[in-house]
């Protein structure tokens, strides 16, 4: 039953003020998002199948996408178990694949700091295979904080310095700051936006009502199921970088071997073309490219500041408490 909302509270089908204060606690992104492409087409779809509830349902979802690497390194049911042992159940699971324009869509206000090169890099490790998104519901939510904000919290940054022991990605061990397994969205606007470029609108329609179907259940068994589906079409990798380059001996020799060592041993980056002329991309195993790229290849550059502002937990609580 597909639900036409009242326009006497909201402009032009857009969140209403208080449903804006629901999706994101920061400004600049509520005023961006109300002009967004995806947003907009998103929240029309949430309001079509969710009703004037559609914000408070968000809020009480996460969205975990699993990254190309956490399938090739074997990650995805170290995912669920921390889910389950944090508190969030997944109600709904999806698979789709990455292309250079949703990979580029979904981070486009945060990739402006990457080099040309990295964003090659991107391309060449996003499009490898298959990924899973997941949405839990918290079970253990904590007033004023949307689900999305405890797990991203829960998540821990890139920098393996800004990690604690009891984050995902420490949990996850990943090999560099680079291959880092997981993305999670930052609010409940995010989670709208990010569904929209993920999916196609008969299939994000029916994803939604999927989850409208189930949203008060446990479906652990489906995610595991997904994860063996996939799992089993795509071939497993060590992500290790010493066994990575003794397999690429054979293929680019010794002396383009001991290159990239040098390059690591000295702390360089070098740039994707010349990775490319060290490594026979064509003839090397997919994954030792991207596991060997992603300790030498050039990956930020210097910007003045971020084009949105960092979602805090502290701010939502202080939105919470009227503050």
Known sequence: MIWTPGREDRVDGMPTTEEWRQLSVVPEKREVFGCDLYFREGWADMLAVFGSAAAEVLGGLA??????????GRRLGAILEYLADNGFLPVATTRFGYTRHSMREVWRYDWHIYPVDRLQLCTFWYLTNDVLLFLARDVRPVAGLPATVRLGDLKGVGDPAGRRPHHLRTKL????????FVHVGDEPADIVRELTIFLDRSERLRFLEDLRAHLGEDRTALARAEIAALEAECPAHDLDLRATLSRL??????????RLRAVLDGGDRIGWDDLAE??????????DVIVTASFVVRDERPVPHALLPPVSVEAWIEQAAGR
């Open 63 to 72: 969205m975990l996408v699993v990254k190309p690497d956490a399938v090739a």
């Open 173 to 180: 061990n990943p090999p560099n700051r680079i291959l880092n």
């Open 249 to 258: 001996v054979p293929l680019a020799g010794e002396a383009a071997v001991d």
């Open 278 to 287: 060290l490594v026979p991309f064509g003839e090397a195993d997919r994954w």
